[in-house]
């Protein structure tokens, strides 16, 4: 079993930066891949980035390469996302979510879920 709690999310003006984070309870933390996922008003939830256990394999949605990064500390349970250069179509709630499987972008294959943050970037 693995409980998830996301924290780092909030209003920032368009260009800003946020750090989101994923504090991950569960002593097999470290053999999860790790996701962070997205759900705008109205939208689908869709996969952001995407980490493998050893960090070596990432997923990253096209509209965020180059602004977000997603990192993980196996010693503290912990998963982050930076994002930089934020922009309005950014704003959503932003969920993590831990998977048994390789690295993937399809909701249904991963196992466990935070309860999101909401991410709002003004224009």
């Known amino acids: 079993q693995v409980q998830l709690v996301e924290s780092g999310g909030g209003l920032v003006q368009a260009g800003g930066s946020l750090r989101l984070s994923c504090a991950a309870s569960?002593?097999?933390?470290?053999?999860?891949?790790m996701g962070w996922f997205r759900q705008a008003p109205g939208k689908e939830r869709e996969c952001v980035v995407a980490?493998?256990?050893?960090?070596?394999?990432?997923y990253y949605l096209d509209s965020v390469k180059g602004r977000f990064t997603m990192s993980r500390d196996n010693a503290k349970n912990t998963v982050y996302l930076q994002m930089n250069s934020l922009t309005p179509e950014d704003t959503a709630v932003y969920y993590c979510?831990?998977?048994?499987?390789?690295?993937?972008?399809?909701?249904?294959?991963?196992?466990?879920w935070g309860q999101g943050t909401q991410v709002t970037v003004s224009s």
């Open positions: 569960g002593r097999t933390f470290s053999r999860y891949t």
């Open positions: 979510a831990a998977s048994l499987r390789v690295v993937t972008r399809e909701q249904y294959e991963y196992d466990y």
């Open positions: 980490i493998s256990w050893t960090g070596a394999r990432t």
